[in-house]
């Protein structure tokens, strides 16, 4: 019989690291997914997975099980994404010169008519992608919680530790902020 979450994060904690292993095997699949969502080479997504999972080991004192173990797990990787989001910045801006042909195809289309636009699914996720790359760390955690992993305002301040209206205003200057990008981007081919 297979040992529980719960038995085998207690093993854990009393100095036994190889329990640890199972729980690491388990949830790895979503950590790197989540990881993915916030950096683009594979080498940062398996770092970014690395820490939190040895951030999880060490701060494994600091579960209380109030929660799901993956709850828990799921916010320390969220906040770790932040972290590298944060420590990563640089100057993000995409020029339009850098935009692939399909990406300004769809660019094209969607000024004359953004309805009909639809057609050419992976150039306009390809130039999403070169937008949230482009934002501030706050404003693409935010955006990707919100508009990609389709979280709640509260879930999100629960996941973040902002509080529900710092949120909300974190929100609503992100996606102003993705309008001055795309606006940039018009701007820049059409004038």
């Given at each position: 019989m297979e040992p529980t979450e719960a038995e085998l994060i207690a093993a854990a904690r009393?100095?036994?690291?190889?329990?640890?292993?199972p729980l690491v095997k388990k949830y790895q699949p979503r950590i790197f997914a989540t990881a993915r969502r916030y950096a683009?080479?594979?080498?940062?997504?398996?770092?970014?997975?690395q820490e939190v999972f040895i951030k999880a080991f060490q701060k494994l004192d600091g579960f209380r099980g109030e929660a799901p173990f993956e709850h828990w797990l799921m916010r320390l990787a969220v906040r770790t994404c932040y972290d590298f989001?944060?420590?990563h910045q640089r100057?993000?801006?995409?020029?339009?010169?850098?935009?692939?042909?399909p990406e300004s195809d769809w660019l094209d289309r969607f000024v004359v008519e953004p309805d009909c636009a639809s057609e050419n699914a992976d150039a306009a996720r390809e130039l999403m992608e070169k937008v949230l790359a482009s934002l501030s760390p706050p404003?693409?955690?935010?955006?990707?919680?919100?508009?990609?992993e389709e979280k709640s305002v509260k879930e999100i301040a629960e996941v973040t530790?902002?509080?529900v209206s710092l949120v909300k205003v974190r929100a609503f200057r992100a996606r102003a902020e993705m309008r001055k990008i795309l606006t940039r981007m018009t701007k820049d081919k059409y004038l």
């Open positions: 009393s100095g036994d690291p190889a329990s640890f292993e683009r080479r594979e080498s940062e997504v398996e770092d970014i997975v989001l944060r420590s100057n993000r801006e995409t020029a339009f010169t850098e935009l692939s042909e404003a693409r955690l935010v955006i990707t919680l919100l508009e990609i530790g902002w509080s």
